[in-house]
T-cell receptor, first 112, second 117 residues
Framework: SQQGEEDPQALSIQEGENATMNCSYK?????LQWYRQNSGRGLVHLIL?????REKHSGRLRVTLDTSKKSSSLLITASRAADTASYFC????????????FGAGTQVVVTP | GAVVSQHPSWVICKSGTSVKIECRSL??????MFWYRQFPKQSLMLMAT?????????EQGVEKDKFLINHASLTLSTLTVTSAHPEDSSFYIC?????????????FGNGTRLTVT
């Protein structure tokens, strides 16, 4: 079964704007990770945040984690057309190392 | 960085035939690999966990006799879709985790698009 719920399901923005997407999960986790998928391709790892961390940055990406609410957010700042992709959160469940569960994904379209 | 190679990238087969998909970790050893299935515009569904030298662990609802997994070496896992039918048409993706103490990402292959006619 899918662990995570993501919203929005789809997001359409213009270049230069920020994109924010959220992920909620149900069980205890070791860490939460965000991945990106271009159409018809595999997933690319973006960023990992450990369960004892609250915020993490990587370039134009900012991830937050609230374990009390079992939720995470991914912010992409100053978006570019090349950021067009689907974004998935994945949780590394606390009692099952390596067994990731993926959220439903957010499809982001960035128009020039 | 860690690279996972998946082959073939796409395959078309006739109903009733079997198809084998390979997943290789190119620059690291992976004792565990994961197989996912993805329908269009949907998320990844974990099918099974492939363990080197032992039987795979299948998720609930996944037929192990239908989706045969073999993890014969530390760098290769294969998924064989046996007696494929049109409903097996999907995007199959493998992933592996580089050995570490934990808190490491999954590395994904580029997926295999299977079309059963």
């Amino acid at each position: 079964s899918q662990q995570g719920e993501e919203d929005p399901q789809a997001l359409s923005i213009q270049e230069g704007e920020n994109a924010t997407m959220n992920c909620s999960y149900k069980t205890s986790i070791n860490n939460l990770q965000w991945y990106r998928q271009n159409s018809g391709r595999g997933l690319v790892h973006l960023i990992l945040i450990r369960s004892n961390e609250r915020e993490k940055h990587s370039g134009r990406l900012r991830v937050t984690l609230d374990t009390s609410k079992k939720s995470s957010s991914l912010l992409i700042t100053a978006s570019r057309a090349a950021d067009t992709a689907s974004y998935f959160c994945a949780t590394d469940e606390a009692d099952s190392w390596g067994k990731f569960q993926f959220g439903a994904g957010t499809q982001v379209v960035v128009t020039p | 960085g860690a690279v996972v190679s998946q082959h073939p990238s796409w395959v078309i087969c006739k109903s009733g035939t079997s198809v084998k998909i390979e997943c290789r970790s190119l620059d690291f050893q992976a004792t565990t690999m994961f197989w996912y299935r993805q329908f269009p515009k949907q998320s990844l569904m974990l099918m099974a966990t492939s363990n080197e030298g032992s039987k795979a662990t299948y998720e609930q609802g996944v037929e192990k006799d239908k989706f045969l997994i073999n993890h014969a070496s530390l760098t290769l896992s294969t998924l064989t879709v046996t007696s494929a039918h049109p409903e097996d048409s999907s995007f199959y993706i493998c992933s592996a985790r580089a050995p570490s103490l934990g808190n490491s990402p999954l590395h994904f292959g580029n997926g295999t698009r299977l079309t059963v006619t």
